[in-house]
């Protein structure tokens, strides 16, 4: 058949009790699949219960991957089916002409909401005002961080999507978030066992996972669900507010839900956690957190906030964001992709269906080209005159190709205005209680163990 080569199939289960048993002892995702590219190279040919899985490693394999057509596709089956009704809607999981439409549309309207405009920067600029005041009010003792930007950066998308924001302490938002963090958790990108064998909610429905599923979706549907009626109510059909009324103005409702969980899951979980890490290397890293401050006290001052027209000038700040999101690789194999007809990839034959997991953190962590990829050094990024220097086939945090990630810009931006918010109001130190640790949870997406800071407030 010419598959990839990779561990031997056993009858039904093929290499899952292999896969789960290094999981066992590794810990994370990317890790054995990192082992089993040690082992059979640059592609590695699995089989997860029925599904034919296929693992790509390196910058020359991923970007073929990335750009061919052919691999545009996404997974189905029964887990990338349950947040959406049992159909195939949304965008993070459809494909074909479905999903380019949607994509389309999405982006259009995002855009028109905010997305990479001057409003964007207005609403997440009141964002920062409104989380450094809280952190402001709180700074006398250490403050936990892995969580710390959550609300902030999904107000930044329910302005867009639902035209309002939540204030920082909301309880019923906290839960909500509880809820996604845990959704990350749980599952991985192929989709786990409920997808490879969907019969065991029947048999098992609480050992396979799929309770926990149904609890999480739940409470976001109806969390939803309460917003799109209140819009209902007050929507004026010649004039949409916000993304929300858009698609009422159309009646997608089901694919309005879809939408709206996709935003939130690829969203809010990817930025905040990127956040949180950039606190945590500024704790662990004290020289690299007082260069950043005198590059801001130098092109910023102390008179005023950064905004994104001090981005260009704020080029070691720039490297380090970007340091920090090839270190700690949010997204180590981004999304799943799907093959749409047979094809060959590397000399081997693919076929149609078989789901591709791109291993983004083979490209950040290639030894080859980053030479110590372990070291925290925001300086590779930049030049011999200190300006930015990126090879874009070895830094990929967003991906690459048509299904790169839709909400870069906003990433981007929210990144860059939270940073620097940060150092240019406070200092940050480690709490030796609640030490930052780099190695965060496993799941969909990496997101850091609890910590503690110290935020020190710099002089006005
Ligand atoms: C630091 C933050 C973020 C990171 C690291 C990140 C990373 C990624 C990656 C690696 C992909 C997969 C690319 C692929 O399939 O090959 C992706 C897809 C996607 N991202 Fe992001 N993302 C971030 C923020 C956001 C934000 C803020 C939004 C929402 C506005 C968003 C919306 C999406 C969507 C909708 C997709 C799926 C695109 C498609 O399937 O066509 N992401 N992202």
């Keep these: 058949k010419n598959y990839p080569p990779g561990p031997n199939f056993l ?5 899952y009790w292999y896969y ?20 059979y190279g640059d592609i590695v040919g699995l089989k997860l219960g029925r599904h034919l899985v296929v693992a ?14 052919e691999f545009d596709g996404r997974p189905d089956g029964f887990f990338f089916r349950l947040r959406t009704f049992g159909k195939r809607l949304g965008i993070v999981f459809s494909d074909g002409q479905f999903w380019k ?14 997305l990479g405009r001057k409003e964007m920067e207005e609403k997440i600029q009141e964002e920062t005002r409104c989380l450094m005041d809280v952190f402001k ?3 006398s003792e250490p403050i936990f961080m892995h969580t710390a930007f959550d609300v902030s950066v999904l107000n930044v998308l329910w302005a867009m999507i639902a035209g309002r924001r939540f204030d920082i302490e909301d309880k019923r938002l906290r839960e909500l978030l509880q809820i996604i963090h845990d959704a990350f958790r749980l599952v991985d990108m192929s989709g786990g066992l409920i997808n490879q064998m969907p019969f065991l909610r029947h048999i098992a429905p609480n050992a396979c996972g799929y309770n926990k599923i149904m609890n999480i979706l739940n409470r976001m549907w109806t969390f939803l669900e309460e917003t799109i009626s209140e819009h209902r109510k007050t929507i004026c059909l010649s004039q949409p507010r916000d993304l929300i009324d858009t698609f009422l103005q159309k009646n997608e409702y089901d694919q309005l839900i879809s939408l709206c969980l996709d935003l939130f899951m690829a969203g ?13 290397h500024m704790a662990l890293h004290p020289e690299v957190q007082k260069n950043v401050q005198k590059e ?32 700690n690789n949010i997204a180590p194999v981004g999304i799943a992709h799907r093959v749409t007809k047979n094809t060959e990839l590397l000399g081997y034959s693919i076929p149609e269906g078989t789901i591709v997991l791109t291993s983004l953190y083979s490209v950040h962590m290639d030894n080859n080209f980053w030479k110590d990829p372990l070291e925290f ?32 810009s906003l990433a981007k931006v929210n990144l860059f205005l939270f940073f620097t918010a940060l150092l240019h109001n406070f200092s940050v130190e480690a709490d030796p209680d609640f030490y930052p640790q780099l190695e965060g949870y496993d799941g969909v997406t990496i997101a850091p163990k609890p910590f503690r800071v110290k935020l020190i407030p710099r002089e006005e």
């Design 20 to 39: 789960k048993n290094k999981l066992k002892a590794l810990g994370y995702h990317h890790l054995v699949l990192t082992e089993l590219s040690k082992e």
């Design 296 to 327: 801001l006290d130098a092109e910023v001052g102390r008179n005023r906030w950064p905004n994104l027209n001090d981005r260009i000038n704020l080029k070691y700040t720039e490297a380090v964001i970007m340091e920090i999101q090839r270190r």
């Design 377 to 408: 050094r925001p300086e590779r990024f930049l030049d011999e005159h200190g300006d930015i220097t990126v090879n874009e086939k070895y830094f990929l945090p967003f991906g690459q190709g048509k299904r790169r990630c839709l909400g870069e």
């Design 11 to 15: 009858p039904i289960i093929g290499t």
């Design 268 to 280: 809010a979980e990817t930025t905040s956690n990127t956040l949180a890490f950039t606190v945590m």
């Design 56 to 69: 790509v490693f390196g910058a020359d394999a991923i970007k073929e991957v990335l750009t061919r057509e």
């Design 137 to 139: 009010s709180q700074c």
């Design 101 to 114: 439409k949607q994509r389309k549309f999405s982006f259009q309207h995002l855009r028109h909401f905010g």
